[in-house]
């Protein structure tokens, strides 16, 4: 099935540094969810999105429905230890099913 | 956000048996839940999705003869690998979406199956 374009794959950062990631698609999307999974657990979600251009924070986290709305973005300002772990973006098509699409994720880990 | 429940957290059994996995809403009525497999290091890839009372929709692929759901209520789901094999081995996560005009998907913290 389709899988949404999320780069970087892995991220390996200072304490302290701001990261950026995001997802692509050839598609349009009505509904972009971000999710952080940690080892062992099943995803527990972030940040839900649901307008072009909407912009929603959740502590040091943002991010961002793009207004093509075929991308988003999340931002982690001021990482620390406890943001280790795998980062993933989901959405649902327009049109289709609706089924939650999953980007691959972005592993990141962080340098004390 | 929500609370999604799935018992047993992890489970190992002798290949040829079958085993059931529980996946619960405990704060709100799930209309619709979704049963997933992860492998290590991959992303999450949907088996099927259920309705209430309704016959479960299977993924291209995905044996609906050994993989039982059943969603007998707005609050439970249940995944029953049938005669299991140890290529059956991965995890497996249930998440469930409410009936409110928002389409969040909450997830259950999975279980680790192990098939000797």
């Known amino acids: 099935g389709q899988q949404l374009n999320q780069s970087p794959q892995s991220m390996f950062i200072q304490e302290g540094e701001d990261v950026s990631m995001n997802c692509t698609s050839s598609?349009?999307?009505?509904?972009w969810l971000w999710y952080k999974q940690d080892p062992g657990e099943g995803p527990v979600l972030l940040i839900a999105l649901y307008k072009a251009g909407e912009l929603t924070s959740n502590g040091r986290l943002t991010a961002q429905f793009g207004i093509t709305r075929k991308d988003s973005f999340l931002n982690i300002s001021a990482s620390i230890p406890s943001d280790v772990g795998i980062y993933f973006c989901?959405?649902?098509?327009?049109?289709?099913?609706?089924?939650?699409?999953f980007g691959q994720g972005t592993r990141l880990t962080i340098n004390p | 956000g929500a609370v999604v429940s799935q018992h047993p957290s992890w489970v190992i059994c002798k290949s040829g048996t079958s085993v059931k996995i529980e996946c619960r809403s405990l704060d709100f009525q799930a209309t619709t839940m979704f049963w997933y497999r992860q492998f290590p290091k991959q992303s999450l890839m949907l088996m099927a999705t259920?309705?209430?009372?309704?016959?479960?929709?299977?993924e291209q692929g995905v044996e609906k003869d050994k993989f039982l759901i059943n969603h007998a209520s707005l609050t439970l789901s249940t995944l029953t690998v049938t005669s299991a094999h140890p290529e059956d081995s991965s995890f497996y996560i249930c998440s469930a979406r409410g009936a409110s005009g928002y389409n969040e998907q909450f997830f259950g913290p999975g279980t680790r199956l192990t098939v000797l």
């Open positions: 598609s349009i999307f009505n509904t």
């Open positions: 259920s309705n209430e009372g309704s016959k479960a929709t299977y």
């Open positions: 989901a959405g649902y098509q327009i049109q289709g099913a609706q089924k939650l699409v």
